[in-house]
């Protein structure tokens, strides 16, 4: 019902041409696929669907990526670290272009460590730490020295928030911090490591998880969580699609059951949408080797719709 009448009605005030960048990259994650994600969104139609929005959109194509069959992964503690740093650095630089042209950045993923590239270019435009709604089944707040599997797309919040105490994240395409630990909020968590725990009952960060949601609803917690994020030098927006339950979202990499529902996750995103203040939006972990029939992608699109400011009527 939504996909088919969303297209009629748009309350997104803001005008800013969308540029679009994709960052095909699953050298941070311990499975493959989610390299092809940009392209599955892509192929769900996601410029024609932006673009009956009545919204100006630019796609500035996909930064370049190693393959994993011809690099070393290194330190295993940071698995592939070296090829994935200059995925990001590329990352960063296009990002931030992308914000001094006046355009809004919608970045397709690829695994959640390409966060690490857009947060970094985003801090890097806006010359300041900014804020960000995280919405995904896991806080990705790991470090080499926590992480149990050494993937670096379980680290992007540790990186972001300069938590990672290690040069190796160190980078001129981006200063550190990225974002404020009282601008941080993290929604749908349901799997955390232990290393994990005990940072996040040391830290600044709020997090909703699926009992939040639960007791709250999706309303509330998402006030909450734009009041939080907002206010910085930019508010960002970064969907890993496994915050959805794989019911909804099958083409993951790392599904973890009892996700948030179709309906809560339009909601979030026309809440984020409605309060004015998102200033960018990436999409991550699709994997349309695991996927039926695209359903995945195409939901991303959906979401990013709703994001964007598509509304029933």
């Given at each position: 019902?939504?996909?088919?009448?969303?297209?009629?009605?748009?309350?997104?005030?803001?005008?800013?041409?969308?540029?679009?960048?994709?960052?095909?990259?699953?050298?941070?994650?311990?499975?493959?696929?989610?390299?092809?994600?940009?392209?599955?969104?892509?192929?769900?139609?996601?410029?024609?669907?932006?673009?009956?929005?009545?919204?100006?959109?630019?796609?500035?194509?996909?930064?370049?990526?190693?393959?994993?069959?011809?690099?070393?992964?290194?330190?295993?503690?940071?698995?592939?670290?070296?090829?994935?740093?200059?995925?990001?650095?590329?990352?960063?630089?296009?990002?931030?272009?992308?914000?001094?042209?006046?355009?809004?950045?919608?970045?397709?993923?690829?695994?959640?460590?390409?966060?690490?590239?857009?947060?970094?270019?985003?801090?890097?435009?806006?010359?300041?730490?900014?804020?960000?709604?995280?919405?995904?089944?896991?806080?990705?707040?790991?470090?080499?020295?926590?992480?149990?599997?050494?993937?670096?797309?379980?680290?992007?919040?540790?990186?972001?928030?300069?938590?990672?105490?290690?040069?190796?994240?160190?980078?001129?395409?981006?200063?550190?911090?990225?974002?404020?630990?009282?601008?941080?909020?993290?929604?749908?968590?349901?799997?955390?490591?232990?290393?994990?725990?005990?940072?996040?009952?040391?830290?600044?960060?709020?997090?909703?998880?699926?009992?939040?949601?639960?007791?709250?609803?999706?309303?509330?917690?998402?006030?909450?969580?734009?009041?939080?994020?907002?206010?910085?030098?930019?508010?960002?927006?970064?969907?890993?699609?496994?915050?959805?339950?794989?019911?909804?979202?099958?083409?993951?990499?790392?599904?973890?059951?009892?996700?948030?529902?179709?309906?809560?996750?339009?909601?979030?995103?026309?809440?984020?949408?409605?309060?004015g203040k998102v200033s960018s939006l990436e999409v991550v972990e699709v994997n349309p080797v695991l996927d039926v029939h695209n359903a995945t992608a195409t939901l991303a699109?959906?979401?990013?719709?709703?994001?964007?400011?598509?509304?029933?009527?």
């Amino acid at each position: 019902m939504f996909a088919a009448v969303a297209e009629s009605g748009t309350s997104r005030g803001d005008r800013r041409p969308i540029g679009v960048i994709g960052a095909a990259l699953d050298l941070g994650s311990g499975r493959r696929g989610v390299d092809m994600g940009p392209s599955a969104i892509r192929y769900a139609q996601l410029g024609e669907r932006i673009e009956e929005m009545g919204l100006p959109i630019h796609d500035h194509g996909n930064v370049r990526t190693g393959m994993v069959e011809a690099l070393d992964q290194g330190d295993p503690s940071a698995r592939y670290w070296s090829a994935i740093k200059r995925t990001c650095e590329e990352l960063a630089d296009h990002v931030a272009a992308t914000v001094n042209d006046g355009e809004m950045p919608l970045v397709l993923g690829g695994d959640h460590s390409i966060a690490i590239g857009t947060l970094g270019g985003l801090a890097r435009a806006h010359a300041a730490p900014g804020g960000v709604v995280w919405l995904d089944a896991h806080t990705d707040i790991n470090t080499p020295t926590t992480s149990p599997s050494g993937n670096v797309h379980g680290m992007p919040m540790a990186v972001a928030l300069g938590l990672a105490d290690d040069p190796r994240f160190e980078a001129s395409a981006w200063p550190l911090p990225m974002i404020k630990q009282e601008h941080t909020v993290l929604v749908g968590i349901r799997s955390v490591d232990g290393g994990e725990r005990a940072r996040l009952h040391e830290l600044g960060v709020r997090v909703f998880t699926m009992e939040d949601i639960d007791r709250h609803g999706m309303r509330d917690v998402m006030e909450e969580a734009i009041s939080i994020a907002s206010g910085a030098a930019f508010m960002h927006v970064s969907l890993d699609m496994d915050v959805l339950d794989p019911d909804q979202a099958p083409g993951v990499g790392t599904p973890v059951r009892g996700g948030i529902t179709y309906r809560e996750a339009h909601l979030a995103m026309e809440m984020l949408s409605t309060s004015g203040k998102v200033s960018s939006l990436e999409v991550v972990e699709v994997n349309p080797v695991l996927d039926v029939h695209n359903a995945t992608a195409t939901l991303a699109v959906e979401l990013v719709l709703s994001a964007l400011g598509a509304r029933i009527l």
